[in-house]
Protein backbone atom coordinates (compact mmCIF):
# COMPACT_ATOMS: atom_id res chain seq x y z
CA UNK A 1 0.00 0.00 0.00
CA UNK A 2 2.60 2.38 1.28
CA UNK A 3 6.04 2.89 -0.48
CA UNK A 4 9.22 4.50 0.23
CA UNK A 5 12.14 4.72 -2.40
CA UNK A 6 15.10 6.09 -1.95
CA UNK A 7 17.26 7.71 -4.48
CA UNK A 8 20.66 5.80 -5.19
CA UNK A 9 23.88 6.55 -3.44
CA UNK A 10 27.06 6.28 -5.13
CA UNK A 11 31.07 6.33 -4.80
CA UNK A 12 31.92 9.51 -3.22
CA UNK A 13 35.80 10.43 -2.83
CA UNK A 14 36.32 11.89 1.52
CA UNK A 15 35.73 15.45 1.83
CA UNK A 16 32.86 15.24 -0.82
CA UNK A 17 28.91 15.23 -1.21
CA UNK A 18 25.91 13.41 -1.67
CA UNK A 19 22.30 14.21 -1.89
CA UNK A 20 19.70 11.36 -1.12
CA UNK A 21 16.09 11.49 -1.47
CA UNK A 22 13.76 9.23 0.25
CA UNK A 23 9.89 9.37 -1.55
CA UNK A 24 6.66 8.20 0.00
CA UNK A 25 3.78 6.77 -2.37
CA UNK A 26 0.80 5.06 -2.38
CA UNK A 27 -2.58 4.68 -0.48
CA UNK A 28 -1.06 7.95 2.32
CA UNK A 29 -3.21 9.82 4.20
CA UNK A 30 -0.23 11.66 6.08
CA UNK A 31 3.15 11.08 6.95
CA UNK A 32 4.76 12.06 9.92
CA UNK A 33 8.27 11.73 10.90
CA UNK A 34 10.77 11.05 8.77
CA UNK A 35 14.03 9.67 8.98
CA UNK A 36 17.20 8.49 7.57
CA UNK A 37 19.24 5.20 9.64
CA UNK A 38 22.34 3.55 8.38
CA UNK A 39 23.88 0.11 8.58
CA UNK A 40 28.11 -0.57 8.08
CA UNK A 41 29.06 -3.71 7.39
CA UNK A 42 29.33 -5.80 10.66
CA UNK A 43 27.46 -3.09 12.75
CA UNK A 44 24.17 -2.60 13.68
CA UNK A 45 22.13 -0.39 12.36
CA UNK A 46 22.17 2.87 13.68
CA UNK A 47 20.01 6.67 13.91
CA UNK A 48 21.43 9.22 11.56
CA UNK A 49 18.66 11.97 11.25
CA UNK A 50 15.21 12.98 11.74
CA UNK A 51 12.58 15.64 10.87
CA UNK A 52 9.27 16.52 12.07
CA UNK A 53 5.79 16.52 10.01
CA UNK A 54 6.39 20.27 9.47
CA UNK A 55 10.08 19.95 9.21
CA UNK A 56 10.51 22.69 11.95
CA UNK A 57 12.35 19.99 14.08
CA UNK A 58 15.57 17.95 13.44
CA UNK A 59 17.87 15.61 15.45
CA UNK A 60 21.01 14.35 14.16
CA UNK A 61 23.32 11.80 15.55
CA UNK A 62 26.90 13.62 17.04
CA UNK A 63 29.12 11.83 14.04
CA UNK A 64 26.90 13.56 11.24
CA UNK A 65 26.05 16.68 12.65
CA UNK A 66 27.46 19.79 11.49
CA UNK A 67 28.01 17.90 8.20
CA UNK A 68 24.67 16.49 7.04
CA UNK A 69 21.19 17.88 6.67
CA UNK A 70 17.89 16.74 6.62
CA UNK A 71 14.48 18.58 5.04
CA UNK A 72 11.05 17.72 3.40
CA UNK A 73 8.70 18.89 0.59
CA UNK A 74 5.60 17.61 1.96
CA UNK A 75 3.84 18.67 -0.76
CA UNK A 76 5.50 15.87 -2.73
CA UNK A 77 6.26 13.45 0.17
CA UNK A 78 9.49 13.67 0.14
CA UNK A 79 12.59 14.03 2.14
CA UNK A 80 15.93 14.73 0.85
CA UNK A 81 19.57 14.21 3.37
CA UNK A 82 22.46 16.51 1.71
CA UNK A 83 25.65 14.97 3.60
CA UNK A 84 28.92 17.00 2.84
CA UNK A 85 32.46 16.30 4.21
CA UNK A 86 31.81 12.83 3.84
CA UNK A 87 34.30 10.67 5.34
CA UNK A 88 35.08 7.24 4.79
CA UNK A 89 33.31 6.30 8.37
CA UNK A 90 30.16 6.79 6.33
CA UNK A 91 30.37 4.39 4.48
CA UNK A 92 27.17 2.08 5.10
CA UNK A 93 23.55 1.39 3.38
CA UNK A 94 21.28 4.28 4.18
CA UNK A 95 17.77 3.24 5.01
CA UNK A 96 14.70 6.00 5.09
CA UNK A 97 11.59 5.94 7.23
CA UNK A 98 8.67 7.28 7.61
CA UNK A 99 5.58 7.06 9.80
CA UNK A 100 2.47 6.64 7.37
CA UNK A 101 -0.95 7.17 8.30
CA UNK A 102 -2.68 5.29 5.38
CA UNK A 103 -5.99 6.25 3.82
CA UNK A 104 -8.59 5.15 6.07
CA UNK A 105 -6.97 3.70 8.87
CA UNK A 106 -6.11 6.21 12.26
CA UNK A 107 -2.73 4.60 13.64
CA UNK A 108 0.23 5.88 11.69
CA UNK A 109 2.64 2.37 10.75
CA UNK A 110 6.59 2.58 10.55
CA UNK A 111 7.58 2.42 7.27
CA UNK A 112 11.40 1.55 5.51
CA UNK A 113 12.87 1.77 2.32
CA UNK A 114 14.85 -0.37 0.88
CA UNK A 115 18.42 1.22 1.03
CA UNK A 116 21.09 2.79 -0.50
CA UNK A 117 24.41 2.41 -0.64
CA UNK A 118 27.35 5.34 -0.15
CA UNK A 119 30.47 4.11 -0.91
CA UNK A 120 33.21 7.18 0.41
CA UNK A 121 36.89 5.58 -0.79
CA UNK A 122 39.39 7.37 -2.60
Known amino acids: QVQLVESEGGLVQPGGSLRLSCAAS????????MGWYRQAPGKQREFVTD????????TYASSVKGRFTISRDNAKNTMYLQMNSLEPEDTAVYYC???????????????WGQGTQVTVSS
Open 97 to 111: NADVTVTGTSIPVIY
Open 26 to 33: GSIFSVGV
Open 51 to 58: ISTDGTTT
